[in-house]
């Protein structure tokens, strides 16, 4: 069962492009301007890399504190759409170019995180489902 629905909500889905999405964020464009009308369809949160690898999935617009190059080597990995980096971060300068060679779009908003995900939720922009629960093997 979803979770939207198991908290009684119904999910609303609806396609964002980024250049809405850098709008509703107030954000700036570090790289791709040419890449704003691009659609996405979810978004997904975390500063772990590892968590991204594990839910991440195509077309995923991935918001994130982590601000080094190797958020885009994740977002290259699962093919996600676009970086937005939260709390003002700015990548380093080899995270800017592998993004520009990948072609991934960077953005960054003075948003803190929680605040950058209600306001793409609030819009109908949907997330990744949560994860199964861990059965206890006792």
Same mark, same amino acid.
């Given at each position: 069962?979803?979770?939207?629905? &198991?908290?009684?909500?119904?999910?609303? +889905? &609806?396609?964002? =492009?980024?250049?809405?999405?850098?709008?509703?964020?107030?954000?700036? %464009?570090?790289t791709g301007n040419d890449l704003l009308d691009e659609e996405i369809t979810a978004a997904g949160a975390s500063d772990l890399m590892s968590d991204v690898l594990a839910f991440g999935r195509p077309g995923l617009l991935l918001l994130t504190g982590l601000s080094n190059s190797?958020? %885009?080597?994740?977002?290259?990995?699962? /093919? !996600? +759409? !676009?970086? %937005?980096? %939260?709390?003002? +971060?700015?990548? /380093?300068?080899?995270?800017?170019?592998?993004?520009?060679?990948?072609?991934?779009?960077?953005?960054? =908003?003075?948003?803190?995180?929680?605040?950058?995900?209600?306001?793409?939720?609030?819009?109908?922009?949907?997330?990744? /489902? &949560?994860?199964?629960? +861990?059965?206890?093997?006792?």
């Open positions: 069962m979803k979770y939207l629905e &198991v908290c009684g909500m119904r999910p609303i +889905k &609806v396609k964002m =492009t980024l250049r809405q999405i850098k709008d509703l964020l107030q954000a700036e %464009v570090i190797q958020s %885009v080597r994740t977002a290259s990995i699962i /093919d !996600a +759409k !676009a970086i %937005v980096y %939260v709390r003002g +971060k700015i990548p /380093d300068k080899e995270g800017t170019e592998l993004a520009r060679e990948k072609r991934i779009p960077l953005l960054t =908003t003075r948003f803190m995180m929680y605040t950058a995900c209600g306001l793409l939720f609030s819009h109908g922009l949907s997330g990744i /489902d &949560v994860p199964p629960e +861990k059965k206890n093997h006792e």
